[in-house]
């Protein structure tokens, strides 16, 4: 399912918003370093590798859709880019000492991901896993949106906040588990409101006419709210340590 953002690979370029610098700042704290090499997990087009490079690590990128794979190749040259999944890619002997997902996790197999994390790892390395959750700034807004969305797709669901620390830490294979929350108000117009709505997995997953219609009635919303929603993200940052024995 992690191949269905290849078809709007620039917009999700243009449109999906960066990381704190503070994400960097709070990984090298955690690890106590400088990481010798960093693997990234789902690499995208380069959103959270961008935060990663704040690190000053060599970094690999496993990135499986070759559309989304060559768009970060061409932002990112100086990283080195793996057309592969996470399943397909074979850690190298004796692990890596950071390994980072970047709103990627939810893509993986949940009954291996922490084990192959634990894995990939070498002794004492740093899991790390970040992505943003989105909110809005205005409740009325929040209410409208899902009302409007929910009645195209009554069945759609999302995942609770902080679900991946509390799914890394039930795994019982890290230690030193921790989780750090950052918060900013994004305003957008309602084009690029709707092109970023074009690139969640959820709405890509669904059919034309379903996506037309979500996107008709998200517009007229937005622009009775005067052409301007304003988004509350909260980016999440898990921390997690493979333990030395």
Known sequence: MGMVFGEV?????DVRPGYPEAIADAVRDYHGATPERIVEIGAGTGTG????LRLGAPITCLEPDPRMAARLAANLPQVTVRTETFEQWEPPAGGVPLLAAALAWHWLD???RNRRAHDA?????TLAVFGHRYGYADPAQSRAIDIALRAIDPDGKSRPAGWFHLDVTASGLFTDVRADT???DLPLPTDRYLDLVRTF?????HTPDQQIRALTAVRSLVDNFGGAIVLRLRTTLVLARRPHV
Do not use: N, S, V
Not at 49 to 52: D, E, G, H, K, Q
């Open 9 to 13: 690979a620039d917009t999700y370029h």
């Open 49 to 52: 590798t961008r935060a990663l």
């Open 110 to 112: 949940p009954a291996t």
């Open 121 to 125: 790892l070498r002794p004492g390395g």
């Open 182 to 184: 950052f918060d900013r």
């Open 201 to 205: 997995g959820p709405f890509r997953q």
